[in-house]
């Protein structure tokens, strides 16, 4: 070894020792406030969060409690028991154009009935979440990569939009 690696050497060792030595706890004693314990809450003040209005009382407990109900009887008579979905009719469309969406997710949505950009765009969020439980491998990408969202783009023929959101069709 040269002397410059040498001296290189002990100097990041002294510096680690002064570093040590000064940020080391003095004392042994714990530090006392006068004041009584409270428990820590976080501050609700966010003024970089936008709040969204409380939903009046009851507010989509049917669309809930006619899903559960309907889950139940599908469960009871061994069938799937939610609605088919509607825009079925006309040529398919290549869902294959929407952002994240490749060949076996395709044909994953094409078993379980979806075929064309209409039919994802109706969706409410209840139905959505019901196709994803049963998307298998694909569950969660719906929402993560804003499917519905783009369907709906798609579906109005509005490319320009599309692209302004979501970038290049096809690309």
């Known amino acids: 070894m040269s002397s410059t690696t040498i001296y290189i050497i002990v100097a990041v060792l002294a510096v680690l020792v002064v570093g040590f030595l000064v940020m080391r706890p003095r004392g042994g004693g ?24 409380a939903p009046a009382e009851g ?6 409690l006619a899903a ?11 069938v799937d028991a939610h609605r088919a979905l509607a825009g079925g009719e006309g040529p398919a469309d290549d869902l294959q154009k929407l952002k994240g969406v490749g ?3 395709a044909a994953r949505l094409n078993e379980l009935g979806v075929m064309r950009y209409d039919q994802l765009a109706s ?7 019901h ?18 969202e783009q369907a709906d783009y798609l579906a109005r023929g509005d490319t320009d939009g599309f692209e302004e959101t979501f970038g290049k069709l096809g690309g």
């Open 30 to 53: 714990r530090i006392e406030s006068k004041r009584p314990a409270e428990p820590y809450v976080a501050s609700t003040d966010r003024p970089y969060v936008k709040a969204s209005p």
């Open 59 to 64: 507010e989509g407990v049917t669309d809930e």
């Open 68 to 78: 559960a109900a309907t889950d139940v009887t599908g469960e009871v008579l061994g």
């Open 103 to 105: 060949p076996k997710m």
């Open 123 to 129: 969706l409410n969020e209840t139905e959505l979440a």
């Open 131 to 148: 196709l994803d439980e049963r998307m298998g491998p694909f569950k969660g990408r719906i929402a993560r990569d804003r499917i519905a």
